[in-house]
């Protein structure tokens, strides 16, 4: 087979048998085409063997979004794809051309790519981001707890040196309370959105100026299916002290990975 560039810089695996090119939208405008091979087939472009790297953050900006697009036109080429992580690049090891390399993977993991394939046929990825102001919060738990009240009112009667006592008892009432309204809330919601879902990754909450960040989901949902979904997530959003960041239809990146 070719091997010009050494390397292939792969952005998905779909199932489909025609050798073709998708023309010119691979990151730095290279050629993206097909390795068809036992009814798959890999998106690539050729590269040189090593990973893509710069300095120049806006560089490497260009270069995920490319990788995205072209990842996008497969879907819509194909109906569903496995989608790669940015830099997925097969090498010319083993005595084998990447070409070779990219079909012997292929049909050695054939059957484990048509399951994937078929578990995420005519579904799409949402992103679901929730958050909530912990100060609001924890003055809805004060007006409701009977001891932060009281706690309340004793701290107006005391000497400066006894109230700031009874401050950092308060303090730390205030911030278990938190904490365990925390936990009830994300299983609440989560029991909430997962009723709305094929299936549910959890990501790493991130830090905001304003606000946090109580749960942060990838959800699988089937195409055109995501009223369900939206309609509880508006009612989540409409929450006093909550908000709602949902996102998408992405390629489903998060569920190409691990058990399925």
Not at 8 to 18: D, F, K, L, T
Not at 203 to 209: I, L, M, S, V
Request: glycine share 8%; aromatic share 8%.
């Amino acid at each position: 087979m070719n091997d010009n560039g050494h390397g292939r810089y792969v952005y998905c695996i779909a199932e489909a048998s025609e050798k073709l090119s998708l023309g010119g939208i691979g990151l730095d405008g290279n050629e993206v085409y097909t390795i068809p091979a036992e009814g798959l087939c890999a998106i690539v472009h050729n590269c040189p063997a090593q990973p893509y790297s710069s300095e120049n953050k806006e560089v490497v900006y260009s270069w995920v979004i490319s990788h995205q697009k072209v990842v996008e036109v497969a879907l819509d080429r194909f109906g569903t794809v496995l989608p790669m992580t940015f830099d997925t690049i097969i090498h010319n090891v083993d005595g084998g051309g990447a070409e070779d390399n990219i079909c012997r993977w292929l049909v050695d993991e054939g059957d484990e790519l048509k399951r994937k394939l078929g578990h995420l046929k005519d579904k799409e990825e949402y992103g679901v981001q929730v958050l909530w102001e912990p100060k609001a919060i924890a003055s809805m738990l004060a007006r409701n707890n009977p001891e932060i009240t009281e706690l309340e009112e004793e701290i107006k009667s005391k000497p400066k040196g006894l109230a700031y006592m009874y401050r950092q008892r308060l303090e730390k009432l205030l911030k278990e309370e938190v904490g365990k309204e925390s936990e009830r809330v994300f299983k609440d919601f989560y029991r909430r959105i997962e009723e709305c879902a094929v299936e549910i990754k959890v990501g790493h909450t991130k830090k905001e100026q304003d606000k946090q960040m109580l749960m942060n989901l990838s959800c699988l949902v089937p195409s055109g299916g995501t009223e369900p979904l939206a309609n509880e997530l508006e009612k989540i959003d409409n929450m006093d002290g909550f908000s709602v960041r949902f996102t998408g239809p992405w390629p489903p990146y998060s569920f190409v990975t691990g058990d399925q």
